[in-house]
Structures are given as structure tokens and as C-alpha cells.
């Protein structure tokens, strides 16, 4: 049976009513803010665009649903509920719940870490709080904490979790870093909401049955002043202005928020609003406080420079709980940091394929010791898929956005084969994998994208160039043919395609290998800086003997140079599209952009294409930056038959001595390409009749 929908019940259910938790996160797809609002009469959450202040949708999740928190890249919303003992996700774009996650008795409230890699969930009915990895949304531990935990707040530095002990008139410190009890801070009688201070020295925490809120030191977790509020109001939500000037305090039994000023700790402005008013939340810049009002069915909104309600609107039934997500961040330049390349995960290994109609996911700084840093932003990545059959496709993006309308390759005769992609980094670092039939997948690593630091290298772009081909003549960078089992060393620097007055730490380079006497299969080729051992990855493969191109960043070896090793016989080709170097004039660093279908020729009953046909990036839906000067594509053919070269190159320019990719056997098949633009267009030339798809991961700009 449900408990009545009432803030102001004694008993452990009921409490639960009369709290607030407050969630600012970053949503970088949409200029739109919204509020996230839990019904706990009609399980539903209800999504309100602020500007409109009208609600866009409700959806539904669990039983009693109670509080809300929104991840720090604003791409989910967590909600807890309290009778299904469960968290539900929802995925802010599409607002469905994508995941439920089983916790602790009666799950209360949650707070996420300033990274997104955790959330800290309270369970009032067992008297612990779950801990969540955001990247696997599965439970990672558990902590004893008092009797009856109601709320949680993460200090911004990420380093403690602040539970206040509804039932034992205590708050828990959490150390994160250990989830181990830090401090136990005796308070006021019944508390429960608690906010934290901008600058993470104070915490205000309400003391629900003793009308007062306690104001404690960070530093030495003691009390250091008691506000009281009015006899009777029953203090039952909380929140603070982002510039931490003053704290908002809804009352459910005078049916008034008090607004107290943090310099003098005294209540400077009493509102009235709805009745049963519980949870508030403050958007970021300050200028408006949403109240949720569990009696009337609505929210009000209070306009913060007059002290007025100003609206007031209708959402599900008994809300209690808001959290707003901010307006976007403007794009973050970064710059490559190469590494010698090195594999990632090969689930091969642990006989762990991914299921057909599934995704995993993979935190890239915790995997194969290849020490890459949590402070990566995108990851330059060699994806392998090894189908036990048929493959309809594999999709990779960054975890915890909704999985895009792009495709990474497919392998529809369930061969293996490569692809090169650059993936943002997602919740916790981690990087998700989708395929549409049961496959292994191994990934490699050749570099990452990071703000720019010492260290870091920019892009500097070059028209498609033919540096290797060793079909042809004899020398460093044409013949002989790479023989099997044999390393070859080739001092790409004496290539007139890539400028000899720069120092250059790594390549843009596309490899192509043709089989050297018809029908010899290529296990792998591996390329990799010359000087350097041989890695264990692989860059392509050539299983069924035909014409293959895989894109890689290859960071340069001794004197420029870079090293290439083929398991079996083969021809090999490389063009060049750019190259990484020091910071200079005309140098572009990389934005990340969600992945987005740029171009699909079969749209309105397209028709395949031979020759050149000019393509208009910026003028897609997927809107890249104007700024743009050359875009991370992924190129997928879907030929009539042979398809001897596809190339992608600037728009007006003339059609370079270069390849993107080649289907000898007209195969589905798909490569990356770091493709130069100088009007925000991009011309492909098809050498005979094909469809085309293109996909956009990201691009280079000022």
C-alpha cells in the first residue's frame, strides 16, 4: 500500500516528502534548460522547458518516485524510488528510462560527483548509501551510515559526501576516496535537507522538528551557528545561489520559502507559495527558484531580485523534488597527445563477446595498462570486430549519451576488420560499444585529446597526399612489398607531401594494403613509431584477400620515421591528410561533437553515384561550427559491385592522388578520414556507382 503523499508525516515514509536535492549540470546539445520535477502521487517525473515554462513530457519511473540529480555532463537524469527500491535512469535526449538499477531499502536521495563517476544514494529503510558507478550503472559498494538517511550533498571538490541521519539527529562524513566514515556531527533534532556551500566551507542542514538549521564548519565539521526559522514551519527543502549569497528554505506548515543571507546567517525575506511546498532548486544564473509544491500539484516560481512568485504551473501529482540542468558550455579546444599505440581490451581474451541487440562499456583509463589519464577528453581509437556470423553493424560513443543514428562498420559476411575512430570520452572516461549481432570487439589506443597543457600538439592540415606506394619502383617510400614476418622502417619525412621545416609528433595517415599475389589473406599489418619496440595491436586486416584502408594517427618515431609490420606478404599504400605538431599560427586544435549523421545518399530514394558529387557539412543537421576547417568523418559505401576507390577531399580543390577507401568485393565497408575544408563542404569522388554515408565525430578549427 503507498504511504499518503504528505511532507509533513512523522513516520519514516512519510518523511521522505519534505526533501530537496539540487542538481546543476552541463547540457551542451541544447541552448534549452530544463526542470526535472518527481511526482510521487503518479510515479512519473515531469520535464518542464524553462523558457515555455510548460511541461514537455512525463516519464514514467518507479514506484514513489522522490529525488532527482541530473549527471555533470547533463546528458541523465537519476531518480530514486523510494518504494520500488530502485534508481531510474533517464536519458535526457529522448527522456526514456534507459536503465533501473537495483539499491538499498526505501532509496531516499542521490547526489552525483562533480566527475559523473559516482552517485551517492541514501537508503532510508536500510540505513546505508549505495554507491553507483555511472559508467557500468551497477552498485560498486556500500556504506553504514545512521538511522534513517535522508539527504546527500558532494562537496564541489568531489572529496566528501555529507547523509544527513533523519532517525538519529546526526550527519555522516564520507571520505569518497575510501568511502569510509570521515566524521559524525551531532545536530538538531529530525534533519534532514542540506545544502553546501559554492565554496565548500559551510554546510547548511535542516533540523526539521526543532524549526532550525545548523551551519557547520567543512574544516573542522563542528556546528558553528543555528538559524531558527518560524515555530511550525517545518523547514522541508533547501537550496543556495550559485554565488552562495543566500539559501532558500521551503516551510511546508506555513506554506512559505525563507530566504536566509549567509553573511549574517538571518532570514531576510519570507514568500508565500503553494501548499506542502518540499523541494527547490535555484537555476544557474540566479534568477529564479522553482518550489515543488506536494499539496497543490504545481510548481512556483520565484523570481530571486523581487522576492515574487511569478508563475506557477501544474505538473503530476504530489511533486517534491527539482533539479535543473544549465544552459551549454561552449565547445572545449583540445589538442593530441600521442602514445605509442597500445591495446585497450581484446574480450577475445575472457571469452566475453558483446551480445547481439547489447552494449558494454569500457572506462579507457582503467583498461590495459596503457596509463591513459582521466583528463582525456576524446580518445584517437582502433576499433576490431571479430563476428561469430553475421554483423549488421557496430556503433561506438561516448557512455552515457544516447546511442546515435551512426554506424562505426559493419561486416555483413562476419569477417573481421578495423575502423579508426576518435570518441569522445563519457561518463567516467568510458566509451560504449553496440552491435547489432553477437561479436568480440578488441580496441586499441594511438593517442588522446586533452585541454591544452605543456605537452600537447595542434593539427595542422594538408591536402591528401601519396606517401608511400610499394607497388611501384624501388626506394624508402615505394618497393619492394612488405614481406611476411618482417619489420620495414620508412623515413616518411623524405615524402614532398609533408613539409621538412617542422618538428611533427604524429600523423594523419590512411593504409591501404593490397594483397601481393591474388588471394593471399593479410592477418594483420602493424604500424607503429619507428625506433620503438613492436606494439601488441594490430592497424587493419585483410582476412579475404582484397583491397583494405584503415585511417590511424601514428605518433612520428626516430628522425620522423615510422615502422610497419605485416604477418603476411603485402603491398602497402599511405596517404597523409595532416599532421600533429607545436602550436603555431594556422594550427587547429580538436571539438568533440555528439555523433551525427551528416549525409546519407539513399535518403528520399537517392540514387548511387559515380564521379564527384560536392557534399555541404555545415549546412547538415548536425550544424558543425562554422569555424570548422577539417571534419572527423566516418566514410561508409554501400557499391553496386566494384568499387575500385572512394576519395574525400576539399571542396573545389582538384582530386588528389589519394584513396578513403576501396570495396574490390562490393562489401559494405567503412573508414575514417580527417577531411581538409576551406567553405564548410567536402567533394567525393566515387570511381564507380555507390551510396555513400557519412557520419561526423568531430572537427579541427582556431
Known amino acids: 500500500m503507498k504511504p499518503a503523499v504528505n511532507c509533513n508525516g512523522r513516520g519514516v515514509v512519510s518523511l521522505l516528502l519534505g526533501l530537496v536535492a539540487i542538481a546543476f549540470a552541463a547540457t551542451p546539445a541544447s541552448a534549452t534548460q530544463y526542470a526535472y520535477i518527481t511526482n510521487t502521487g503518479s510515479n512519473t517525473a515531469s520535464v518542464m522547458d524553462t523558457a515555455t515554462r510548460v511541461v514537455i513530457t512525463t516519464v514514467p519511473v518507479g514506484e514513489f518516485p522522490t529525488a532527482v540529480a541530473i549527471t555533470p555532463d547533463g546528458k541523465a537524469a537519476y531518480v530514486t524510488n523510494f518504494l520500488s527500491n530502485t534508481v531510474s535512469v533517464i536519458d535526457v535526449a529522448s527522456n526514456l528510462v ?56 558532494i562537496t ?6 555529507y547523509v544527513t541521519n533523519f532517525g538519529s539527529d546526526t550527519i555522516s562524513v564520507i571520505a569518497t576516496a575510501t568511502n569510509t566514515i570521515a566524521a559524525t556531527i551531532p545536530v538538531g533534532s529530525q534533519p534532514q535537507c542540506l545544502v553546501i556551500t559554492p565554496d565548500g566551507k559551510f554546510v547548511y542542514a535542516e533540523n526539521r522538528l526543532s524549526n532550525t538549521i545548523s551551519v557547520i564548519a567543512t574544516q573542522s565539521n563542528t556546528v558553528v551557528a543555528t538559524i531558527p526559522v518560524p515555530a511550525g514551519s517545518y523547514p522541508n527543502g533547501m537550496a543556495i545561489t550559485p554565488n552562495g549569497a543566500f539559501v532558500y528554505v521551503s516551510e511546508y506548515g506555513t506554506a512559505t520559502v525563507s530566504v536566509i543571507d549567509t553573511a549574517s546567517n538571518t532570514i531576510v525575506h519570507t514568500i508565500a507559495v503553494g501548499s506542502g511546498p518540499c523541494g527547490i532548486a535555484i537555476t544557474p544564473d540566479g534568477a529564479f527558484a522553482y518550489v515543488a509544491n506536494s499539496g497543490s500539484n504545481t510548481v512556483a516560481i520565484i523570481d530571486t531580485a523581487s522576492y515574487n512568485v511569478v508563475a506557477t504551473v501544474t505538473v503530476g501529482t504530489a511533486p517534491v523534488w527539482i533539479a535543473i540542468t544549465p544552459p551549454p558550455q561552449p565547445p572545449q579546444p583540445l589538442q593530441l597527445i600521442p602514445v605509442t599505440p597500445c591495446r585497450l581490451v581484446d574480450t577475445r581474451l575472457s571469452r566475453n563477446p558483446i551480445q547481439g541487440g547489447a552494449w558494454r562499456d569500457f572506462v579507457v583509463p582503467l583498461l590495459g595498462g596503457c596509463n591513459i589519464p582521466t583528463t582525456a577528453k576524446a580518445y584517437s581509437l582502433n576499433v576490431t570486430a571479430v563476428p561469430h556470423g553475421y554483423l549488421g553493424f557496430l556503433t561506438i560513443w561516448p557512455t552515457g549519451q544516447p546511442r546515435p543514428l551512426a554506424s562505426t562498420m559493419n561486416s555483413p559476411d562476419g569477417r573481421y576488420k578495423a575502423n579508426a575512430a576518435i570518441v569522445p570520452a563519457g561518463r567516467s572516461g568510458a566509451v560504449s560499444v553496440f552491435v547489432t549481432q553477437t561479436t568480440d570487439v578488441v580496441l586499441d589506443i594511438d593517442g588522446y585529446f586533452a585541454p591544452p597543457p605543456s605537452g600537447t600538439y595542434q593539427f595542422r592540415k594538408l591536402t591528401p597526399c601519396r606517401v608511400i606506394d610499394t607497388r611501384f619502383g624501388s626506394g624508402h617510400l615505394k618497393g619492394p612489398y612488405l614481406h611476411a614476418g618482417a619489420k620495414r622502417d620508412f623515413p616518411v619525412r623524405e615524402s614532398s607531401c609533408i613539409p621538412a621545416d617542422v618538428e611533427i609528433a604524429a600523423y594523419s595517415m590512411n593504409f591501404t594494403v593490397v594483397p601481393h599475389a591474388a588471394g593471399h589473406p593479410l592477418i594483420y599489418l602493424t604500424v607503429w613509431p619507428q625506433g620503438g619496440s613492436q606494439p601488441y595491436v594490430s592497424t587493419l586486416n585483410n582476412p579475404t584477400a582484397t583491397v583494405v584502408a584503415n585511417a590511424a594517427i601514428v605518433p612520428a618515431g626516430q628522425n620522423g620515421g615510422i615502422s610497419a609490420f605485416a604477418y603476411n606478404d603485402t603491398e602497402l599504400i599511405v596517404d597523409i591528410s595532416g599532421y600533429f605538431a607545436a602550436a603555431t599560427e594556422g594550427s587547429l586544435s580538436y571539438y568533440t561533437t555528439t555523433p551525427c549523421r551528416v549525409y546519407d545518399s539513399r535518403n528520399n530514394n537517392g540514387s548511387p553515384f559515380q564521379g564527384t558529387r560536392p557534399i555541404n557539412v555545415a ?10 576547417q577539417a571534419y572527423v568523418l ?30 574490390y568485393d562490393a562489401q559494405i565497408t567503412s573508414n575514417m578520414a580527417i577531411v581538409p575544408t576551406t567553405n564548410g563542404s567536402i567533394d567525393a569522388y566515387a570511381s564507380q556507382l555507390t551510396q555513400l554515408i557519412l557520419d561526423i565525430a568531430g572537427y579541427f578549427a582556431p
Open 156 to 161: 564541489p571538490d568531489g572529496a566528501h559526501a
Open 98 to 153: 534507459v536503465n533501473t538499477i537495483p539499491v538499498g531499502a526505501n532509496p531516499q536521495d542521490l547526489a552525483i560527483t562533480p566527475d559523473g563517476a559516482f552517485a551517492y544514494v541514501t537508503n532510508n529503510g536500510s540505513n546505508s548509501v549505495s554507491v553507483i558507478d555511472t559508467a557500468s550503472n551497477a552498485v560498486a559498494t556500500t556504506i553504514g551510515v545512521g538511522v534513517n538517511p535522508a539527504l546527500v550533498a
Open 619 to 628: 549546412g547538415s543537421a548536425c550544424a558543425p561550427s562554422a569555424d570548422a
Open 634 to 663: 566516418n566514410a561508409t559505401v554501400v557499391p553496386n559491385g566494384f568499387l575500385d576507390y572512394l576519395t574525400l577531399f576539399p571542396d573545389g580543390d582538384q582530386l588528389p592522388f589519394a584513396s578513403t577507401l576501396n570495396a
